[in-house]
């Protein structure tokens, strides 16, 4: 599996482009993040992290490795977020760090096997407040998402890219199309500010880790499908994040506005699923021992259209049966395909 190595340029071609690394092992370090908060003088660590795994198995589990305070080590199991491409997902954990100390690894379980990501055998380390970036990473885009602007009909994509601090004078750009690569445009991103405010915390940009925070923002219409990339020029040579060859992607195609998972312990309380590739619907339900072990699955949370599965085969039918749950308490990641009417159940996090 190649990590950063392809480049759409049109719908039907691609680029090999240099300064890239490809993935060497099954389970990588993305990002992670760190900052210190103070509240009614209370004080507290929020820590997120960004994994990628080889989809070695359906029956995996992706761990943060962490050592606590006393020089002791714990397992902490992190969530599925979404597919990067056909062979590779991103897992990610968010966690108020309780007595820990600063250094971490990543690690990965399936099939009886594990994998690890420790940094060359160095470890990784936390050096205070701000992002770190996996090894041989020169970039990440760790975040995009919709913003309304309320001037006109159309919102704002707004795409956070960590940055290894190579040099002071760098370009950053945003590289989209609305049309599938037949024509494209760029968009400059900014630096972010040599002090950055999170939640009730701030931290230093670059931070102690040599990393710097840049943000991009450009105007979509709310129907708009975007493919990107992000370019980072430094010192004569550019970098490239494209999520793995597949690009980056928002706005995916969907066949119904919404979905709910409906758990039989909670009948009357729909959650809703994300939307994690076009069609693709995902959730997370976690179970404990004696709680009911039946799901459907529900468009408008009303039961109106509903689907279940008759027959046991992995495709539902609309007012179909119930879905029996594996025994057994933990974590489940439920996929559902809303096109092909597909669905997956795996227990992970035990």
């Not at 392809?6 to 992670?32: D, F, H, Q, R």
């Not at 470890?123 to 996996?134: E, W």
């Not at 312990?265 to 072990?293: A, K």
């Not at 599965?309 to 439920?334: C, H, K, M, S, T």
Request: hydrophobic content about 35%; charged content about 20%.
């Amino acid at each position: 599996m190649n990590c950063m190595k392809w480049i759409a340029l049109t719908g039907a071609a691609t680029l090999a482009v240099g300064g890239m690394p490809s993935m060497a092992s099954e389970v990588e370090l993305k990002t992670a993040f760190s900052v210190e908060m103070s509240r009614y003088g209370e004080t507290w660590k929020q820590e997120k992290f960004q994994v990628e795994v080889e989809n070695v198995s359906a029956n995996k589990q992706v761990y943060l490795h962490r050592e606590l305070a006393d020089g002791s080590w714990t397992s902490i199991p992190m969530a599925f977020e979404r597919p990067v491409d056909g062979d590779t997902e991103l897992w990610s954990l968010s966690v108020n760090a309780g007595d820990w100390g600063d250094e971490f690894v990543v690690k990965m379980t399936a099939e009886g096997r594990e994998y690890w990501d420790n940094n060359y055998g160095a470890n990784y380390r936390h050096l205070g407040s701000g992002h770190l970036l996996g090894k041989n990473r020169p970039l990440a885009v760790e975040s995009y998402y919709e913003t309304p602007d309320f001037k006109s009909s159309n919102n704002f994509l707004t795409t956070n890219i960590v940055l290894a601090n190579i040099a002071h004078y760098k370009s950053v750009q945003v590289i989209y199309t609305k049309d599938n690569w037949a024509t494209s445009q760029a968009v400059d991103a900014q630096y972010g500010g040599a002090v950055l405010n999170w939640g009730y915390g701030s931290y230093p940009n670059p931070s102690a880790n040599n990393t710097e925070l840049w943000k991009a923002d450009f105007s979509i219409a709310r129907s708009d499908r975007i493919e990107f990339y992000v370019k980072y020029s430094v010192d004569g040579v550019d970098y490239y994040d494209n999520n793995g060859g597949a690009n980056y992607r928002f706005g995916y195609v969907k066949n119904y506005p919404y979905m709910n998972l409906r758990n039989s312990t909670y009948w009357n309380s729909p959650s809703g699923m994300r939307l994690v590739d076009d069609n693709l619907w995902s959730f997370t339900l976690t179970l404990q021992p004696g709680e009911n072990r039946a799901i459907k699955f529900d468009v408008f949370g009303d039961w109106a259209v509903n689907f279940g599965d008759n027959n046991g085969d992995g495709y539902v039918e609309q007012n179909g049966a119930n879905i029996p749950l594996p025994d057994g308490e933990g974590q489940f990641r439920i996929t559902f395909n809303s096109l092909t009417g597909r669905y997956t159940v795996h227990r992970f996090g035990l």
